[in-house]
T-cell receptor
């Protein structure tokens, strides 16, 4: 049972434009959501997070939006840069539970 | 550099063999997690240790076992290896102290992974 789903395995975006990565979850108990970025041959690195008490969190070019009623979150990257090309994982948990990850979206920024 | 160290980075072995993957968490982190990433799969949680004790178990096969030592490093033992065990194995650590009923582990810091190839 995939509790965190990233339905787009890949996404290509022109440099300078907005990249929008989507994630859906099924467990209504999840109360914390994170995005991780992964380059080839490296481990995932934490990018940005949001608590369920918020609907938006911004950090520089990265903004995460949370829609609890739709059980949906998205990551916006503006403007997209070539260095943003990576695989992005969304993850979630609640309480003391371990993080549950999605299957990832490979983002390619086209120069 | 996340501060989490995993060895070996690459490992090639044959079916039926046994291997040990090692992880040193970030200094001061008490929690260690193991995740498996197979081809086109997300990160599947295997097991978590907190200060030397097993805290949570995920989709870990009986052929696999892990432990966390007093110096907080952890080892993941994979035995009777099968072709399907070929994957990237990530270790992650966390600096949050678990508080009963409180917020759970949040950001995890990952090592670079150990790529296991079973031939």
């Amino acid at each position: 049972d995939q509790q965190v789903k990233q339905n787009s395995p890949s996404l290509s975006v022109q440099e300078g434009r907005i990249s929008i990565l989507n994630c859906d979850y099924t467990n209504s108990m999840f109360d914390y959501f994170l995005w991780y970025k992964k380059y080839p041959a490296e481990g995932p690195t934490f990018l940005i997070s949001i608590s369920s008490i918020k609907d938006k969190n911004e950090d520089g070019r990265f903004t995460v939006f949370l829609n609890k009623s739709a059980k949906h979150l998205s990551l916006h990257i503006v403007p997209s840069q070539p260095g943003d090309s990576a695989v992005y994982f969304c993850a979630s948990n609640f309480g003391n539970e371990k993080l549950t990850f999605g299957t990832g979206t490979r983002l390619t920024i086209i120069p | 550099d996340s501060g989490v160290t995993q060895t070996p980075k690459h490992l090639i072995t044959a079916t039926g063999q046994r291997v040990t993957l090692r992880c040193s968490p970030r200094s001061g982190d008490l929690s260690v997690y193991w995740y498996q990433q197979s081809l086109d799969q997300g990160l599947q949680f295997l097991i978590q240790y907190y200060n030397g004790e097993e805290r949570a178990k995920g989709n870990i096969l009986e052929r696999f076992s892990a432990q966390q030592f007093p110096d907080l490093h952890s080892e993941l033992n994979l035995s009777s290896l099968e072709l399907g065990d070929s994957a990237l194995y990530f270790c992650a650590s966390s600096d949050r102290v678990e508080i009963a009923g409180g917020p759970g582990e949040r950001e995890l810091f990952f090592g670079e992974g150990s790529r296991l190839t079973v031939l």
